[in-house]
């Protein structure tokens, strides 16, 4: 059995966002096992969350953005390639500014950094996503990938980039187990035409974006105008001379840094899928559009079919709390209490039950001749076993409730009738902090799921 990993020490970075020119303090902190990776904006109140899944993913646009709650991360590739690379589950990454830092324009800092501090290897199993069929995705001019099931078990991507650049041409990666990250392919840089910069110099934008920490590729001889731009914006080394090539006084790092680059943003963006591949990758004229698209192929297939999707009920099976231990955790009365008893509970993840009968009173009016469970009952249950899950870890509930204080992403995919055994699982999205707590609930009755969505709660001791 392969074990999930995190990181064995706090790692801590700074810098300057590519886009704001913000300095930016980061953190990197170890997590339990099944935490996923969370993004804490540490600068904003009750520091929001932001999960690293394919969902949460918002614009594209020069860098990949998470967004949740109207709270965004930008930037996040490098750093999430890198933690695809050291095979990394678990981590909460604290960032004091709404981007990562560029640092030096790829991800070697964040693979040194790692490398030295090691990881941890956690008890609990590791899983990874296994393509059952072929996936094949094509966008916009020719860009193309294809995600197939992997004959030696392993992971293996193949990946080209071919531009109508006389500088970059056709050029080739490649990733499998037996590649150094660190040395061969962390270290190579993202990279920009002289013609895009211009257009956004004179916007006013990337304001962190430096010759430090990009490739500028150059087709063409800077006009005069082009040249006088660059100069006020780059003192001290430019020349009055130049001609075609990389603007870029050192060079390359490699001579298809630009194809390692592309691979690191590839590998960043499908780590957002939520699980570690193993297949086989091949693509061509990547970005991260067609990138983030696929991950979120993957995601919803896992979503869909994953083994653990379904929590397994066992009446025959002894409660962790039955109804009285429930009562003592929640203010909840009947007909009001929407939980019968919890299964399974961790520090992270809870279970719960709910028998739904014909003598329930909401059914008396909906619908007399058709009775089903109205939808905001189903949220209502998950709430009550998301409550417990809160409750549970303080010194004294009995003091404490929880309220609502977002409700977002609700589905509800099937009716819930008389007869049905709802089981309830809430895990947490982002711990208690500042009275404020939010979580992903899912709602089964045998297989299928009935009823998903997430939530934030405020816990707030009684009167």
């Known amino acids: 059995m392969e074990r999930q990993r995190t990181i064995a020490g706090i790692l801590s970075f700074s810098g300057v966002g590519l886009h704001t020119g913000v300095e930016v303090k980061m953190e990197l902190i170890p997590a339990p096992e099944n935490h996923g990776v969370i993004f804490i904006r540490s600068d904003l109140p009750g520091e929001p969350s932001v999960p690293a899944l394919a969902e949460y993913v918002t614009t594209t646009t020069r860098g990949t953005t998470l967004e949740r709650n109207g709270i965004s991360v930008s930037t996040v590739e490098h750093l999430l390639a890198t933690l695809f690379a050291f095979k990394i589950d678990n ?7 709404p981007e990562l830092p560029i640092l030096d324009g790829s991800a070697w800092e964040y693979a040194k950094r790692i490398k030295e501090c090691g990881t941890a290897l956690q008890l609990a199993e590791k899983k990874y996503y296994i393509p059952a069929k072929e996936i094949l995705l094509e966008g916009e001019n020719g860009s193309r990938i294809r995600v197939s099931p992997s004959v030696s078990g392993d992971l293996s991507v193949d990946l080209t980039i071919e531009f109508d650049s006389p500088v970059i041409g056709l050029q ?31 916007a006013g934008l990337i304001k962190g974006g430096a010759i430090e920490n990009a490739i500028v590729v150059m087709d063409h001889s800077p006009f005069p105008e082009e040249l006088n731009l660059l100069k006020s914006r780059y003192p001290g080394f430019l020349s009055s001379e130049f001609g075609k090539g990389y603007l870029n006084p050192e060079g390359l790092r490699f001579p298809d840094e630009c194809a390692r680059h592309k691979l690191i943003d590839l590998l960043g963006d499908l780590f957002l899928s939520g699980r570690h591949p193993k297949a086989k990758i091949s693509a061509n004229k990547t970005g991260h559009k067609i990138n983030t698209t696929v991950a979120s192929i993957m995601r919803n297939e896992l979503l869909q079919n994953s083994e653990d999707q379904v929590p397994v009920y066992d009446p025959n099976s002894e409660p962790i709390y039955d109804i009285n231990a429930i009562k003592r955790l929640l ?28 003598n329930e009173g909401f059914f008396i009016g909906h619908f007399p001749d058709e009775p089903v469970m109205p939808g905001v009952l189903i949220v209502e249950a998950m709430a009550q076993a998301g ?35 709802l089981v309830i699982r809430m895990k947490l999205i982002s711990p208690l902090r500042r009275s404020i707590v939010a979580m992903r609930g899912e709602v089964f009755v045998g297989k299928a799921l009935v009823c998903e969505g997430e939530m934030v709660a405020q816990v707030i001791k009684n009167k």
Do not use: Q
């Open 91 to 97: 981590l909460l990454v604290k960032i004091y500014g």
């Open 172 to 202: 080739n990666a490649c990733w499998n187990s037996k590649v150094d990250f660190t040395k061969d392919i962390a270290p190579a840089r993202t990279f920009v035409y002289l013609k895009d910069i211009i257009p956004l110099l004179k």
């Open 331 to 358: 203010p909840h009365r009947p007909p009001f209490l929407m939980v019968d008893r919890i299964i399974e509970i961790s520090p992270e993840t809870v279970t719960g039950v709910k028998c739904v009968g014909i």
């Open 387 to 421: 409550g417990i899950l809160v409750l549970s870890t303080l010194d004294e509930p009995d003091r404490y409730s929880t309220y609502f204080a977002k409700i977002d992403k609700v589905k509800f995919k099937k009716k819930v009738v008389p007869g049905d055994v």
